[in-house]
Each structure stands twice: as C-alpha cells, then as structure tokens.
C-alpha cells in the first residue's frame, strides 16, 4: 500500500512556482463557492508518519486558502477537560460548521494507532475502534460532512533523514520531540498497523489518499491538487449524497404498549409526600457518592405535551446539588446548530464526570417531532436510530449513568389538562396553537414513539415508560428509578 510513495517522488523548483499561482487561485476560488452556498462543512484529516510534513502542509493550506474559514485543531494526549468527557468529545466541538474547513491532526486515529502500539491493545480492539470510525465519518458525510483523509508517508530511511536534518537546525530543531525518536523506533509497527487502519476504514464516502512526504514541492501540490478535486467533486453534486436507509420492519403493533399502560394507580397527599421525601432524600446521598466518583449521569425526558415533565424534573433537582447540575430545555435548533451535525448541539452539553445533564426533550427530537412533522427526511430520522444508539453508548462506555424517560397521558387527560391551563393565568403561557396542532397527529406520536423504544431501548440506556395520568405517582416512579439506576451503578445494596 505504502511502495509507490516510498519512491523518489521529485517536482522541479521552476514547475512548482508554475503551478502554485493557479492551484492558490483555484483553492481560493472553490473555497469561496463553498462558503456561498454553506451547503457544507470540509472535513480534511491529516495523519501520517513523523516528519512527512503535517505541519507544513497546514501551513501551505493557510496560505494559500482564505485562513479566516480554516480551522485547525491538533489532537494530542487530551487534557484534563476533554477526560472528563467521553473520547469523541473533543472531536464533536471541534466539527466545522457548514461553509468552513476543519483540519484535523491526528484526530480519532491517532488514539486507535497508539492503542495498538503502546496501550497493548490486541487486534480485536483496533478493529472495534475501526468499525466505531466508520459508523462516525458514514454519520458525518450522511449529514452532509466532505471528509478528506491525507496520510503523509515516508519510508522508514527517509524518515530518519527527515529528522537528523530537522534536528541539526538551530531553526528547526524545536519541531523534533523525544516522541518522534521513539515513534521512528517502532516505524515497523506504524507501518504495519497503519496499513491495516486505511484498509479498513477508507471508504467512497472517506477515502484515504496516500501522499509522499519526502519532497516539499511534491506534497504540497498533491495536497493541494487533492483538497482542490475533492471540493470541486463535491460542489457539482446538486444535493448531498446520502446513504439509502432501508424501511423500518414492523415487527409487532408497538403501540399497544402505550394504550395498554396501566393509568390507575393513583397515590394520596401523604402517601406520596412520604415516597417523595425517601425518594429524594436516597438521591441527594447516592448523587454525591456519584459526584465523588466523578459518575456522571444523564437524565432524558420526553412525553406528550403537558405529561408532567417539567414537574417530574423539578422533584429530581430539590435533591440535588445545585452546583452538579444542569437542566437543558431543547427547543427548535438555531442557525448555528443546522449548521452541524444533528448530534452537534447535545454532544456541547454533555456533563463532565461527576455531574448531572437534565434534558427536557432531547435528541430524540428527530424520531419523534422531526418524523412526525416532516421536518426530517425519511433517510435522515430512519438512520438516527443507530445514531442515537452510537452516541449513548459512548456515553455508558465512557461511564456515564444514562436514564430514560417516557411520560405518558391518555389523549383524555391531556385534554383535560389543556383546558386546566388555558382557565388559569399563571399556566396559560404553557398552552400554544401548537400544542393544540400537535394533539391532531396524537397516533402519529405514539407511532413514532414505541418504534424509538422498540430501536434504542438498550440494556445500558434503556426507557423507563411512566404513566403520568397521577402526576404524584410519576413523579415517585421517576425518583424511585433514578436511585435504582444509581444504587446498582455505585454498588450500594440500598438507601445510604
């Protein structure tokens, strides 16, 4: 894989001043189309060997792009914020949002490389990790992403000349570490581990393009002539290419399950205030434990319209420490967020180890609201199962403690409620015309929602349906599952 670009490739001084005026005005010119039209981000990722060039091939790309719409972000060991964080973290908040161009170095490949050659990871793992890059580029270039992947290659004799001549420079010597020593040591094993990584993971919608690194005027235009091809490919398709999604089977009427939900238990003022104050009590010790452990925990609450979610959440927070959590309300996404990935803006407001991320509606927008309403294409909320799927087990992997929770009314009771809320002043701003639109596609909801439960009910994220007819018994269902989960997740045999 790597022979042709361990040969001599050479361009002369003389052509190379003649090309780079066109390809800097073709860049600038195709770059500028881009931004225009915002129909996408660039997603250009750049690995390779020790010194095949990395850096200055970023440094060729800010001059001769407009360096205004050009980020770069180097991912290194990760700091103390970004391990409080699942690993794809740091990649998520570094994702270019539709017109602009992200660099990335090294990114979610450099921890696969260096799992395999200095964390003692068996294959087995590598290929876990390859088959988790493959399902999040697919996911970035189904939303419409252009990710390029350039691997910078030297032969292993010309890498140790690369670095002998780096580090005989008072000018360049600084750009040669102990690591680059160390990885030229073990250049059999980057070689080997590295071919094995772009076999399995370039793909026609991520390809990886191989490129010689020994000669500067050789790199920089191929670079170059690769970024320049790949934008104008891209920007002649009319739509963003998408990954046909195949039909969702019907396997059983799922919507029974809802319709079948017993809504008769009802609990009377005292009982309930005295499962509340165990409830919430066991939580405010087990939240601390958690906190101590730096567990975080993530709380999802989705239901019909006026289910008593705001409700269910208020008795969650009295126990908590107010300066360990944080309640996010989700409501349409703003420019800046349809500028990203669909997962972009919750991915921003995941909680760092030890802390409490509350969702009053959530990701589940686009299977739910999004199908229902058509604000989703078919192909879009019909692959978002996995998505979502993906997503929350990074979390759970990662440690945190993922609940669930589906509030659930009769069509009666919300009815009932509406009117309730319209006859009082101080609730009447909880009532909008479409609340009332949304009632009309009452079975297209429940639809939506037991396929989201049959598809992402998993045994580390799973749903909780709660019927909320009795606010008092839902909120008790809510506490009383949220300290479960902790319990069994801090291994305590019962309330502290």
């Known amino acids: 894989m790597f022979e042709s670009a361990e040969l001599g490739h050479q361009i002369a001084d003389a052509k190379y001043e003649r090309e780079v005026p066109k390809l800097r005005e073709a860049l600038l010119a195709a770059q500028a189309d881009v931004l225009e039209r915002k129909a996408f981000p660039v997603v250009l990722l750049i690995s390779g060997v020790e010194g095949a060039g990395k850096g ?3 440094h060729v790309l800010h001059e001769w792009m407009d360096p205004r719409h050009v ?10 914020v970004e391990k409080e964080h699942p690993s794809v973290w740091r990649f998520w908040q570094a994702l270019p949002p539709s017109g602009t161009t992200g660099v990335f170095f090294g990114a979610w490949y450099r921890e696969a490389i260096y799992g395999r050659i200095y964390g003692g990871e068996k294959r087995a793992a590598l290929q876990t990790r390859l088959d988790a890059i493959v399902r999040f580029e697919r996911m970035l270039t189904d939303e419409g992403a252009l990710v390029l992947k350039l691997w910078l290659h030297l032969s ?6 690369k670095l002998k001549e780096l580090a005989s420079s008072k000018r360049s010597r600084w750009r040669v570490k102990d690591s680059d020593w160390r990885n030229h040591e073990h250049y059999d094993e980057f070689r080997s581990v590295g071919e094995e990584v772009i076999e399995k993971t370039s793909t026609s919608a991520a390809p990886w393009i191989v490129i010689a690194g020994e000669d500067t005027n050789y790199r920089r235009l191929t670079v ?4 320049l091809d790949a934008i104008r490919t891209r920007l002649a398709v009319p739509k963003a290419p998408s990954r046909e999604t195949a039909p969702l089977v019907e396997l059983v009427d799922s919507t029974q399950r809802l319709r079948d939900l017993d809504q008769k238990t009802k609990l009377a003022s005292q009982e309930y205030e005295r499962a509340l104050a165990r409830a919430q009590g066991e939580i405010a010790f087990l939240s601390r434990e958690a906190s101590k452990k730096k567990r975080a925990a993530v709380l999802v609450f989705e239901g019909p319209d006026a289910a008593g979610k705001g409700g269910a959440i208020r008795r969650v927070t009295e126990a908590l420490d107010a300066r360990h ?3 996010n309300a989700v409501a349409a996404p703003n420019e800046v967020e349809r500028s990203h990935p669909y997962l972009w803006r919750f991915w921003k407001n995941i909680p760092r180890d ?3 991320g509350i969702f009053d509606r959530s990701w589940y927008g686009r299977t739910l609201v999004e199908r229902v309403e058509g604000f989703a294409k078919v192909s879009e909320w019909a692959r978002a199962y996995s998505e979502i799927n993906d997503f929350e087990e990074d979390l759970a992997a990662h440690g945190a403690i993922v609940l669930k929770f589906w509030l659930h009314i009769t069509k009666e009771e919300q009815l009932r409620r509406f009117r309730e809320r319209q006859g009082e002043g101080y609730k009447r701003f909880k009532i909008t ?4 639109r949304n009632r009309k596609k009452w079975e297209a909801y429940e639809k939506a929602a037991c396929d989201t439960f049959d598809r992402t009910s998993t045994t580390h994220a799973p749903w909780t349906v709660v019927a909320a007819n009795d606010k008092r018994s839902a909120r008790v269902t809510v506490l009383e599952t949220f300290a479960k989960r ?4 801090l291994g305590k045999g019962g309330a502290g």
């Not at 292993?156 to 000349?161: C, E, G, L, R, W």
């Not at 015309?433 to 009332?436: F, I, R, V």
């Open 56 to 58: 200055d091939t970023l």
């Open 325 to 327: 959590y944080r309640v």
């Open 433 to 436: 015309g479409e609340d009332w």
């Open 156 to 161: 292993k004799k010309q890498q140790h000349a």
């Open 224 to 227: 170059g002539r690769a970024v």
């Open 71 to 80: 980020r770069a972000s180097a991912f290194d060991e990760p700091d103390c």
């Open 354 to 356: 030890g802390e409490i």
């Open 486 to 489: 902790l319990r069994e997740s």
